[in-house]
């Protein structure tokens, strides 16, 4: 099972940016969906997560800028960054709850993880 994320890069505040991630591999099942972000000398902390059923769960701090979504036929998430500021400026690391085919329980899997800097 990989997790591909991809879509970061270097924006001025105020831009946007939309964040994909891709899973693939032997998948039997996806629960939740999300994306994570560790900015440089903080701990790594929860941006948005979405559900099988979408219903989605977003930290404070981004609500009303950012809004995940899913594909879940083509086992995609997806973050939509909008009026971004330089304190989003963070690696994001995307995530899934997989069940891997011919498995029983699910497991976290996670992307490699994509930059994100918003200068001022």
């Known amino acids: 099972v990989q997790l591909q994320a991809s879509g970061g890069g270097l924006v001025q505040a105020g831009g946007s940016l939309r964040l994909s991630c891709a899973a693939s591999g032997s998948i039997a099942a996806i629960n939740v969906m999300g994306w994570y972000r560790q900015a440089p000398g903080k701990q790594r902390e929860l941006v948005a997560r979405?559900?099988?059923?979408?219903?989605?769960m977003d930290a404070d701090s981004t609500r009303g800028r950012f809004t995940i979504s899913r594909d879940s036929y083509k086992k995609m998430v997806y973050l939509q960054m909008n009026s971004l500021v330089p304190e989003d400026t963070a690696v994001y690391y995307c995530?899934?709850?997989?069940?891997?085919?011919?498995?029983?329980?699910?497991?976290?899997?996670w992307g490699q993880g994509t930059q994100v800097t918003v200068s001022s």
């Open positions: 995530y899934a709850q997989i069940a891997i085919t011919g498995g029983e329980t699910f497991g976290v899997h």
């Open positions: 979405i559900s099988g059923e979408g219903r989605v």
